[in-house]
């Protein structure tokens, strides 16, 4: 299987001043043994979180990421699975295997845009997103296939199915839920959902200040709804 298109194994244990959107050279990227930002998975894990490059923080450094700031004020270990460019399949598969791997005391996810898919190839699963890029760059038949066979009421489908894979998986784990939909645009609600003030316009990341805000808004959240 090759190394191409960046999968997680590719950057574990490694540290890099690039990563997806961010080619300023101005940031760390540190990856853990699994090539997730956070702390070592040699680590009683207390908060998993889980999305795309919004939760990754592409643009930030490693002490600069929402779930960074998060964990540093409820003083956890965490994880950040975070993965550019990454959909909501994504975020479900790792879910299913990280939670029952860690027993992580919260589960924090962000969901991503419903359009974004994951697709099964020769090379591991990929991201497939409106924008053609990574493996679809170089496999535009596959690209287009995929792209005829998207719409909304599907994305919206697939969104409810992965929600209720991941709300699964967490109560059989004991771990409680937290996730925000501010990517959504499906009208989902339940008890578990706290968006908070992200609000970030499409094809930018939050700032380290945003972040900061938005890890304050969540504690105060999780705190004053019994989560911890």
């Excluded at 965490?78 to 460019?85: C, D, K, P, S, Y």
């Excluded at 975020?91 to 994951?118: D, F």
């Excluded at 296939?145 to 969104?159: G, M, R």
């Excluded at 004991?174 to 939909?181: A, I, P, Q, R, T």
Aim: proline share 4%.
């Amino acid at each position: 299987m090759s190394n191409k298109y960046w999968p997680l194994e590719s950057r574990a244990n490694k540290a890099f001043t690039r990563s997806g959107s961010d080619n300023s050279d101005l940031n760390t990227y540190t990856y853990n043994e699994d090539g997730y930002r956070g702390d070592s998975i040699n680590a009683n894990i207390d908060l998993l979180a889980v999305g795309c490059s919004h939760t990754e923080g592409i643009g930030v450094n490693d002490n600069q990421t929402w779930p960074y700031y998060t964990a540093k004020i409820l003083n956890f270990n965490h994880i950040n699975a975070g993965f550019t460019g990454r959909s909501n399949d994504y975020i479900a598969r790792t879910v299913t295997e990280l939670v029952p791997k860690y027993s992580p005391k919260i589960v924090s996810v962000m969901y991503t845009y419903p359009v974004r898919r994951e697709y099964w190839s020769e090379y591991g699963p990929q991201p497939y997103a409106p924008q053609q890029w990574g493996y679809f760059e170089d496999y535009p038949d596959k690209w287009k296939a995929f792209s005829e066979l998207s719409c909304a009421e599907e994305d919206k489908n697939n969104f409810i199915k992965n929600h209720s894979i991941i709300s699964m998986v967490c109560k059989l784990a004991g771990s409680k839920l937290v996730w925000n939909g501010s990517f959504l645009d499906v009208d989902l609600q339940d008890s578990n959902r706290f968006d908070g003030s992200y609000k970030i316009e499409h094809g930018t990341h939050a700032t380290p200040e945003q972040n900061e805000k938005y890890s304050e808004e969540l504690v105060a959240y999780l705190k004053s709804n019994s989560y911890i």
